[in-house]
């Protein structure tokens, strides 16, 4: 369901119950989803690209209940310019 521009809103039944919104906007994107059936973590993630040739993104996940508090993240980032990658 498209909510505002670039702004996409799901939910996903399949073994649980997912909520989910993701976001694009030129050459930025963003994602984020939530465990509605088991109320139990939230989980994101944005990645960008630049003009110069780096891209860089990342996600991260944050768990909820009597263990709260950030459970997974992770950066990277590549540069690339002709025949150059790194």
Known sequence: MMVAPGVKLSFKANKGADLGIDYKSGNFCATGKFD????????????????????AGGDATYS???????????????????????
């Open 36 to 55: 509605a059936a088991n109320m139990s973590k939230l989980s994101s993630s944005a990645c960008i690209a630049l003009p110069s040739g780096v891209i």
């Open 64 to 86: 909820l209940g009597e263990k709260a508090g950030l459970s997974g993240l992770n950066l990277g980032a590549s540069y690339s310019h002709g025949q150059l990658s790194a």
